[in-house]
């Protein structure tokens, strides 16, 4: 049966805020530290070092052509887009599998939270909402 099921419509496989992610030369996607929450005992704004976002998109060989969107950050409220990141991409018709693959790690680096509190990321292709994930940045106590 799983042979001949036939993918319709773009599918999200992943979408996740993490560490560090990458594509290899083989097409294999490696994602480190995927996470929703930072804590954090210093004072405000912070600076994030390093995180990254992870995706990962089937599309259906009827999708095949030029495709863009965007991943927005932005606090809860969605009052300010706080960063954008704009992407393009093709899908490729491929008959041997009826459907296309693509990962895409987006790595960032000085990624600034003005305050604690809710944020939001938001995934957006071909103008359409697609998906969004919660992060909450918690203000802690340092250890005595």
Not at 12 to 35: R, Y
Not at 44 to 49: E, G, H, T
């Amino acid at each position: 049966m799983w042979q001949n099921f036939k993918f319709l419509f773009m599918i999200l496989e992943i979408f996740t805020l993490c560490d560090h992610a990458q594509q290899d030369a083989q097409g294999k996607l490696t994602i480190v530290g995927t996470f929703d929450a930072i804590n954090h005992a210093g004072n405000f704004p912070l600076i994030y070092p390093h995180c990254a976002v992870a995706l990962r998109m089937r599309f259906a060989d009827s999708e095949s052509g030029n495709h863009a969107g965007y991943i927005a950050f932005k606090k809860a409220d969605r009052s300010e887009i706080l960063v954008k990141v704009d992407f393009s991409f093709t899908v490729l018709n491929t008959s041997a599998t009826g459907y296309t693959s693509i990962n895409m790690p987006f790595n960032m680096g000085n990624f600034r939270f003005p305050e604690d509190g809710k944020y939001v990321i938001e995934l957006y292709l071909d103008s359409e909402w697609q998906s969004g994930l919660t992060v909450a940045v918690n203000r802690v106590r340092a250890a005595a």
